[in-house]
């Protein structure tokens, strides 16, 4: 798909698309419309960015919430998006030792933080997650918020980068 | 549902309960979850209108476009969500002539505004709607997004009540 197509597209058919580039904000991608034509995948990333950056922190926090958590209820109710089961790979629909540590510290994450562990899983193993996990647990909150951020913003450039067909 | 049972409720809990008061927007229901406690239904609905008064211009305009298009192609696909369907009422699935100018009437509103026209249509009837409709589609664009902002508003103020159980 190239740009000319993106720009051509009305709301309606972007947010059919893109609405899921932000889990679950469909309302992200209908607000980035706005500014388009967009120059190119570089640019169009770049709006999606900068609507997380401009929300209030309640927006940000927000935009974690409508993320799935690793391990969690989603996970066990199967009910992930068609993107988070690809990205969170095989095995890890089953509880183990493993698992059952990291559903320990999900909890805790969640309630120090007041939103769910978010990580860009595609580009990590296991055992990194839970290592990422637990280094991130004890951050000063405003840090991780930022963190946290960062890792969603990761995880639209991946998707943006599939549903356009160019490299990440 | 009282308020002591909605206060205690984690993210995940009220995202799933209230994630739909703004269509397809449960970004929003998870940043007013933040603002907990909420002392009355008054309250709670208040902080999800506070939140889209916030946004900037494009993430308004974005609520407004996650919305279905009366008489558009999701009623024509059958892809609208359980409320927005009951809001509808009996009868609007079905394409008359009546419709049709509807139908016509709607496209020149997306084209010139941006967003769909949205209205608590469980308030008015169909002839009600298309005189409103008419009406409303040749406002200046800065007027029509707060008054749709307005409906929006209204709509969520009605499904917050059909939750927490309450006369509106």
């Known amino acids: 798909m190239d740009m000319e197509k993106v720009n051509s597209m009305d709301f309606g058919e972007f ?5 899921n580039v932000i889990e679950r904000c469909p309302l992200i991608a209908a607000a980035v419309w706005s500014q388009r034509p967009f ?3 570089e640019d169009l990333e770049k709006h999606f960015s900068a609507f997380i950056d401009a929300l209030p922190q309640s927006g940000q926090e927000g935009v974690l919430r409508c993320h799935p958590d690793l391990a969690g209820r989603e996970l066990q ?6 993107e988070s089961q690809r990205e969170q790979g095989a095995g890890l629909t089953s509880l183990g030792a493993e698992e059952r540590l990291r559903a320990e510290l999900n909890a805790q994450y ?3 933080f007041g939103f ?12 990194a997650v839970l290592r990422e996990l637990a280094r991130r647990l004890h951050r000063p909150p405003a840090l991780e918020l930022r963190t946290a951020l960062g890792e969603v913003k990761k995880i639209g450039r991946l998707r943006l980068a599939d549903l356009v067909g160019a490299d990440p």
């Open 39 to 41: 120059s190119d995948l």
């Open 15 to 19: 947010v059919d698309v893109f609405g």
């Open 110 to 112: 969640r309630a120090r």
């Open 77 to 82: 109710r199967g009910t992930l998006t068609a």
């Open 116 to 127: 769910p562990f978010v990580l860009a899983a595609r580009l990590s193993d296991r055992e």
